[in-house]
Antibody, heavy 118, light 107 residues
Framework: EVQLVESGGGLVQPGGSLRLSCAASGFTFSSYSMSWVRQAPGKGLESVSYISYASSTIYYADSVKGRFTISRDNAKNSLYLQMTSLRVEDTAVYYC???????????WGQGTLVTVSS | DIQMTQSPSTLSASVGDRVTITCRAS??????LAWYQQKPGKAPKFLIY???TLQSGVPSRFSGSGSGTEFTLTISSLQPDDFATYYC?????????FGQGTKVEIK
């Protein structure tokens, strides 16, 4: 069974940092590109960051560029998102999602909530 | 970045209705378009890729069409389980941008 399990969310003050993790199982993680997609309360989906299967291609949305860092460890079947200089507007459920090749993501986690508030 | 625009934002329909949602790209994305269904508190569910190819297990009442900059998602006969929010997503570029969503609600 394919599973993506996010962790690391929580309440943080503006300007603070958090590291999200996504543990993958049930598929060949090292062959999949991975993304972080977030959804602010009551809002739509926003692609935050993308990393290719071998980490050779990385993309960030303008809204997080310079503050967030995506990485992966294929030996540990894990995806990460280091978030710094957090803002109130970063408050959202963060999903990790996996895609084979250039396909759109077909595997999604259940999401982890990040709340940025003083 | 490629912008994706969906219409309408909300759609009221009844069980059995034929429903069509439109998605427009700010520049040509060929057929690099996907559709997702999302219910409250749940992760998105992958429905269609390459603009018109149904993901395995998706009911045949769902269909997608279009290429270039204009795309549609059609539900041929709306079922109770279909009331949800639908998103298009382009994957021509790594920005992987989504449309703003279309909520299909009960009339």
């Amino acid at each position: 069974e394919v599973q993506l399990v996010e962790s690391g969310g929580g309440l943080v003050q503006p300007g603070g940092s958090l590291r999200l993790s996504c543990a993958a199982s049930g598929f060949t993680f090292s062959s999949y590109s991975m993304s972080w997609v977030r959804q602010a309360p009551g809002k739509g989906l926003e692609s935050v960051s993308y990393i290719s299967y071998a980490s050779s291609t990385i993309y960030y949305a303008d809204s997080v560029k310079g503050r967030f860092t995506i990485s992966r460890d294929n030996a540990k079947n894990s995806l990460y998102l280091q978030m710094t200089s957090l803002r109130v507007e970063d408050t959202a459920v963060y999903y990790c999602a996996g895609a084979f090749g250039n396909n759109p993501p077909d595997y999604w986690g259940q999401g982890t909530l990040v709340t940025v508030s003083s | 970045d490629i912008q994706m625009t969906q219409s309408p934002s909300t759609l009221s329909a009844s069980v059995g209705d034929r429903v069509t949602i439109t998605c427009r790209a700010s520049q040509s994305i060929s057929s690099w378009l996907a559709w997702y269904q999302q219910k409250p508190g749940k992760a998105p569910k992958f429905l269609i890729y390459d603009a018109s190819t149904l993901q395995s297990g998706v009911p045949s009442r769902f269909s997608g069409s279009g290429s270039g900059t204009e795309f549609t998602l059609t539900i041929s006969s709306l079922q109770p389980d279909d009331f949800a929010t639908y998103y298009c997503q382009q994957y021509k570029t790594y920005s992987r941008t989504f449309g703003q969503g279309t909520k299909v609600e009960i009339k």
